[in-house]
């Protein structure tokens, strides 16, 4: 009708189709329309090359995380061992994260496969685009861990003063971690870490004055370091079972009543650091164990 109205009595959304006398509007409502569609050409393209099991800006991943657990309030760890209540929630916090690395949850065998106790080089399990389908992840025993496991020393070490960390690279889908091809970049005191086949941990005091108040730092784990063998890691989809290793760190022999700033930083061929980012291949944090 004239008035625009449809003969139901309700008016219609006139579109630029609409009008005949508005030739401008038609032309530059057709080009909205195939640009609308070559738009949604181009995406539906993009997206047909996108892949399921690789992140899209691999080529801009950073290197790793290093954390570690129990986690606290700006990195600061302080406890009195005449006290439990105030070392309970780190201990609570380490035998929460360490659950999934009972041997129970870790039987499957066809989830799980034995890949040895000592490091070695990396397990291959194929391109991530491959028909291979779901991989099996290594084991990784809690008892590895030594006296930072939670298996005989329920505290881990914080009832005696002496608490451990529990450290972890962050996961990194296709990440191939490469240990150092030489000792020029790596501190005196973390030389005689490095060995085949493994990124090496080191952990010393943030500041010069903190040296001597840290005492022996023992290592438990996997060739005191991060093995190949648990390297690369294949995404959630294709490696749902996977478990990180890890690295129990524990301090022997802090100074009491005294805060001390340790460092723990691991080296590696294309492992970098970042001003930006405090937990970029390394960490620091603070330690204040009271017993008065």
Known sequence: MADGRSFSGIRRKESCL???EAVGSRFSCSMSFSMAAWLGSLF??????????????????????????PQSD??????NLNDVASYLPYVKDMKEFLAKYDDEHQRDDMKFQDCGDEPAEYRNRGNLESDVGIRKACRFSRSLLGPCSGIED????FKE????????????VNFWPRPPSSN????????PKVQPNVIPIYCTSKKGEDAGKIGEIMYYGIGGGFPLQY?????????????????AVQFTNLTMNAEVRIECKVFGENIHYSDKDRYQGRFDVKVRVNNV
């Open 44 to 69: 539906q393209a993009m997206l047909l090359t996108l892949s399921n099991y690789k992140p899209t800006w691999q080529d801009r991943v950073a290197p790793p995380g290093l954390t570690h657990t």
């Open 154 to 157: 329920r505290e881990f070490g």
């Open 231 to 247: 390297y690369p890691y294949y995404g959630k989809l294709l490696h749902p079972q996977y478990l990180q290793p890890l690295v």
């Open 18 to 20: 609409d009008v005949p």
């Open 184 to 191: 020029d970049s790596i501190p005196e005191g973390a030389r």
């Open 74 to 79: 700006k990195t600061e760890f302080s406890f």
């Open 161 to 172: 003063g002496k608490p451990c960390l529990i450290v972890k690279l962050n996961r990194i």
